[in-house]
T-cell receptor, first 113, second 109 residues
Framework: EAGVVQSPRYKIIEKKQPVAFWCNPI?????LYWYLQNLGQGPELLIR????????DSQLPKDRFSAERLKGVDSTLKIQPAELGDSAVYLC???????????FGPGTRLLVL | RKEVEQDPGPFNVPEGATVAFNCTYSNSASQSFFWYRQDCRKEPKLLMSVYSSGNEDGRFTAQLNRASQYISLLIRDSKLSDSATYLCVVSPGRRALTFGSGTRLQVQP
């Protein structure tokens, strides 16, 4: 079974530029999560989707971050414009309906210069 | 105060040693508890769930004390391959997970 797929794996951009990350969850997983992980810290939830509905986006900085999950499968997380402090690893995870175990993708390492 | 607190370590132990990690959590409404393992520059992976009755998986034993809001992980007979960061995770339900900052373990030959 394929795991959670994320792309790109690495991204270097200049501040004020836009950037987008893509995630393909495990087939059949209804719940999708985006996390941000800073160096030396645990992942922090940005947004959680149940199918195509964002059910928890309270930690998403909506002035510059946006996300979508069209058709309840793939998801895209966007930052516009990026700031220096956005440099981090962006992790996508998915879980099956009714199950708590989350499976993480390899993450996208973002460096904002 | 962080919702989940862990000693960041690093814990440097020789092969074969027994090592224990602890974490405390602040949300008394937390319902589910886990330990995740994260290798350097890799994604977190579920190590084990933690139950009030305690549970064991091979060399790993997890304990939960709800009254003290305290979770522990014991690793016996440490292997070089156990070197990683161990993340304490709690959930109030509704599938929201709150991660600690992790405890780094380095097992030395």
């Amino acid at each position: 079974e394929a795991g959670v797929v994320q792309s790109p794996r690495y991204k270097i951009i200049e501040k004020k530029q836009p950037v987008a990350f893509w995630c393909n969850p495990i087939s059949g997983h209804n719940t999708l999560y985006w996390y941000l992980q800073n160096l030396g810290q645990g992942p922090e939830l940005l947004i959680r989707y149940e199918n195509e509905e964002a059910v928890d986006d309270s930690q998403l900085p909506k002035d510059r971050f946006s996300a979508e999950r069209l058709k309840g499968v793939d998801s895209t997380l966007k930052i516009q414009p990026a700031e220096l402090g956005d440099s981090a690893v962006y992790l996508c995870a998915s879980s099956a309906s009714g199950r708590e175990t989350q499976y993480f993708g390899p993450g996208t390492r973002l460096l904002v210069l | 105060r962080k919702e989940v607190e862990q000693d960041p370590g690093p814990f440097n132990v020789p092969e074969g040693a027994t090592v224990a990690f602890n974490c405390t959590y602040s949300n008394s409404a937390s319902q589910s508890f886990f330990w995740y393992r994260q290798d350097c520059r890799k994604e977190p992976k579920l190590l084990m769930s933690v139950y009030s009755s305690g549970n064991e998986d091979g060399r790993f034993t997890a304990q939960l004390n709800r009254a003290s809001q305290y979770i522990s992980l014991l690793i016996r007979d440490s292997k070089l391959s156990d070197s990683a960061t161990y993340l304490c995770v709690v959930s109030p339900g509704r599938r929201a997970l709150t991660f600690g900052s992790g405890t780094r373990l380095q097992v030395q030959p």
